[in-house]
């Protein structure tokens, strides 16, 4: 009877540890028991468009770019971290900026003054891994404009920002991009009223492609 008991136990223990385990893998924030034992090196980079350098675009009524950047990118840290990942948040010309090595990197900036409306995402154009980085831009437009209501602004997208400095910058190895996230003209309620709204889209955006990374792409490093 002694022995039966025992038995018992042990199997209710084994029960509970692989219930255990399971609840690991389903809840971690990037899929699987390696997303969970990776999630502590992974770093995901974020930029905080013209921080600690200068203001940016600027309203007639002296709104400033910068302060929208700031408080976007560290709302959208915020999620992130709440979420299990490990985010740094760093200015325009940050010089960990050289080689950064993470899961994803993204610069966040907004739009001019002017009476328009929409968003803008752009990898390199010579991206080392075009494919990832291909993917990191679609989900973070579907994303983006899921969570807004904005439509992708595709007219406006310069040459600029396809050779954006902190891009040239970053690892080849880490997947990068920059989103323009809407105008402070025709935007400038979304921006500036719903920004839990704009952080979502681009949480969302992170989140979404990270968890499509095949297994090991997210935890080179
Ligand atoms: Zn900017």
């Given amino acids: 009877m002694k022995k039966l008991a025992r038995m018992l ?12 385990i399971v609840g690991l893998i389903d809840s971690s924030p990037s899929g699987g028991i390696w997303g969970v034992l990776g999630a502590r090196q ?8 013209h921080w600690q350098f200068d203001s940016g675009a600027v309203c007639p009524d002296g709104l400033q770019e910068v302060e929208i950047t700031v408080d976007i990118t560290n709302r959208v840290a915020r999620r992130l971290r709440r979420q299990g990942y490990r985010v740094v948040v760093l200015p325009e010309y940050a010089p960990e900026l050289d080689g950064f090595r993470g899961v994803v990197f993204l610069a966040i900036h907004a739009d001019s003054c002017v009476d328009l409306s929409g968003f803008k995402v752009v990898r ?6 075009r494919e990832q980085e291909d993917r990191l831009v679609e989900t973070l437009v579907r994303e983006y404009a899921d969570a807004t209501g904005l439509r992708f602004h595709a007219d406006t997208i310069t040459e600029d920002m396809r050779q954006y ?12 991009a920059i989103i323009e ?3 402070m003209g025709g935007d400038r309620q979304l921006l500036t009223e719903e920004p839990e709204r704009v952080a979502a889209g681009i949480a ?12 090991g792409a997210s935890i080179h490093d």
């Fill in 124 to 129: 390199m154009t010579q991206a080392a891994d």
């Fill in 9 to 20: 136990t042990m199997l209710v223990l084994l029960v509970l540890g692989a219930l255990f």
């Fill in 165 to 176: 400095h902190a891009l040239r910058r970053i690892s080849p190895q880490t997947p990068g």
């Fill in 204 to 215: 969302n955006g992170l989140v979404a492609f990270l968890r499509g990374q095949p297994l």
């Fill in 42 to 49: 992974a770093t995901i980079g974020l930029l905080a468009g």
């Fill in 181 to 183: 996230i809407g105008f």
